[in-house]
């Protein structure tokens, strides 16, 4: 574990060096992207966001500012140390044709209702409003065994339904505490109770998000003013390699699997053993202490008032191992699964940081080949053009000896030649072609009409004049590279924008899982600390009760007797 502590690449370093590699430094970018127009609480000047998490090594400031967009903003933002509640899940049917758990939350003064599957909405949302920052998980849903065990049940689940109480209060006061999520619009309405969800998924900025977050500004992916130059950017796949990654989150990725791989294998496996155990325990320990009490009726005196205190004892052991078990469950076992749960979503946003990488390498090199393909057309068009000047000398040449030609046969008419001779200088002069001969066109065959089209439309593709393609093609290539170059600058900014975002946000999230895990330890020491301290009253309080036993007449009385060595088994074979 010293090993695996120490190749944290989440730890906070104000003085962080920019990494050689970095997929930025071949394109100068003049200004940084605009901050979302949501966030108000932007990052440090360290390059770090300002949480509102206690750490050992920094007090908990209050999450407030000055200006609101509502009542539930100013309420979340007030300086108090707000918590948001879900007080109550209620089953009903309200606007649905079958009946569903709807959860009660209490925030400030206002409550407001919502099912599960509007949770889940929400941080669908805002994982895609925010492609760049660590959105809280929420429980998982249902596993079809348990469906199939429970059937109709499911849903009236007491102990599911508590769980998602807890772990969807936590969710929401993690969105709560978020220095930037805190400031969204669509959280402050999901706390509304006047507002149906509905109404929010059917309205901006939700219905202004693309179909593909990937060709949007990564620091405002709602913006309508984008450059459309950004339709221009490829859609690479997440498994698609590097050719220059940066270091820093390539350890990242590989911490991130290391702490995945501890959480959901060993960790996450032992607990649920161990949570099972305590509570097989607390169960046989019901059983006895039901068993001894009922045993005690049977006896009298000082030995029935033992036994009785003996059962009372055991029902105490049995109350403090259920709580103890309700206790690992809720403050241990719960963040455990939700930190599983947060290692899935930072892959999945290293994963989008890959994405934005390679798309700017893809882009780099549709680039460079553009530019090779005008270099070639620029040339083929410069030999076409010496050509075509070559060809005009030609022509100008032999027109001019036709003439010359021709003004001395008028001059010397009549006078004898040389047969051998050939009188016209520019016989190697071809005349232009006068075309297909009208009288070798045959006769339109009746019912080949589409047919004859068809030759018609290919004929007209294959005889393109091969100059004006070649033009048209330099001009749609130059046009091609200008919007690759505006794409070019766009992924280098959002690539910037990414990375400065996710590892601002790594480093909050460190900062929150170590004051997380060092709850969880504490409160771990804490149950078993009360558990032993219940268990030792009940106990001390049965053996009063035990001492009380008169001895047996035939007990030798131990506190005059001798202490005796073991005896040699080896005497009576001897004999001695």
């Known amino acids: 574990m010293d090993t695996f502590d120490d190749e944290n690449p989440f730890d906070t370093e104000v003085d962080r060096a920019p990494s050689e590699a970095s997929s930025t430094s071949k394109v100068d970018i003049s200004e940084p992207p605009s901050p979302h127009p949501n966030t108000s609480l932007g990052f440090g000047s360290a390059g770090l966001p300002d949480s509102g998490y206690p750490t050992p090594s920094r007090p908990t400031q209050p999450n407030f500012k000055v ?64 492609p760049t920052l660590i959105i809280p998980p929420i429980p998982s849903k249902q596993t079809l065994g348990d469906y199939a065990v429970k059937q109709g049940r499911a849903k009236e689940d007491a102990a599911l339904i508590a769980r998602r109480k807890r772990m969807l209060q936590t969710f929401l006061n993690r969105l709560a505490r978020h220095p930037i999520l805190s400031n969204e619009h669509v959280f402050h309405r999901f706390l509304d109770g006047e507002v149906s969800w509905t109404e929010v998924l059917n309205s901006p900025p939700i219905t202004l998000l693309p179909k593909n977050i990937l060709k949007a500004p990564s620091h405002n992916p709602t913006d309508q003013n984008a450059s459309p130059a950004y339709a221009a950017l490829p859609n690479p796949s997440a498994a698609h390699p ?40 607390a169960q046989d320990h019901s059983e006895l202490g039901a068993a001894l009490n009922g045993f005690s009726l049977n006896e009298s005196d000082e030995l029935a008032a033992a036994i009785e205190k003996t059962g009372q004892a055991v029902d105490s052991t049995y109350m403090a191992t259920t709580k103890l078990t309700q206790e690992l469950e809720q403050n241990w076992a719960e963040p455990l699964h939700e930190y599983a749960q947060f290692a899935s ?19 780099q090199d549709a680039l460079e080949s553009k530019r090779e393909s005008l270099e070639e057309l620029e040339k083929s068009e410069r030999e076409a053009r010496r050509l075509e000047e070559a060809l005009g000398r030609g022509r100008t040449n032999g027109a001019t000896a036709v003439r010359a030609a021709s003004d001395g046969e008028t001059t010397e008419a009549g006078s004898p030649t040389d047969g051998d001779d050939d009188p016209n200088p520019a016989s190697g002069y071809l005349p232009p072609h006068p ?37 048209n093609g330099i001009s749609k290539t130059r046009e091609t590279i200008s919007q690759l170059e505006d794409a070019l600058h766009l992924s280098a900014q959002d690539l910037k924008y990414s990375s400065s975002t996710i590892q601002a946000d790594l480093d909050r999230f460190q900062r929150q899982k170590v004051a997380d895990l060092r709850e969880m330890a504490i409160s771990m020491a804490r149950s078993h600390r009360d558990w032993c301290k219940k268990n030792l009253e009940a106990w001390e309080e049965a053996k009063k009760e035990i001492d009380k036993i008169p001895d047996h007449p035939n007990t030798v009385n131990m506190k005059n007797t001798p202490v005796q060595t073991r005896r040699d088994s080896t005497a009576t074979i001897n004999g001695r």
């Open 67 to 130: 200006d609101f967009c509502c009542a539930r903003d100013r309420v979340l933002h007030s300086g108090d140390d707000v918590e948001i509640m879900i007080t109550d899940a209620i089953k009903t049917s309200l606007n649905s044709t079958s009946p569903y758990i709807a959860y009660s939350i209490q925030t400030g003064n206002a409550t407001a209702h919502h099912r599960y599957s509007e949770f889940e909405s929400l941080r669908s949302n805002l994982s895609k409003l925010y």
């Open 435 to 471: 075309g297909p001969n009208p009288a070798r066109r045959r006769a339109r065959t009746p019912g080949m009409g589409l047919l004859n089209a068809l030759s018609y439309t290919l004929h007209g593709m294959m005889d393109v004049d091969p100059e004006t393609a070649r033009r």
């Open 345 to 363: 979503i930072i892959k999945k946003l290293l994963a989008y940081r890959h994405q934005k990488h390679v798309q700017y390498e893809m882009t």
């Open 242 to 281: 590097l050719r220059n990654p940066d270091q820093r989150f390539y350890d990242s990725e590989a911490f991130t699997n290391k702490f995945a791989t501890h959480l959901s294998g060993p960790m996450e496996k032992v607990t649920r053993r161990t949570i099972k155990r305590w509570s097989d325990d």
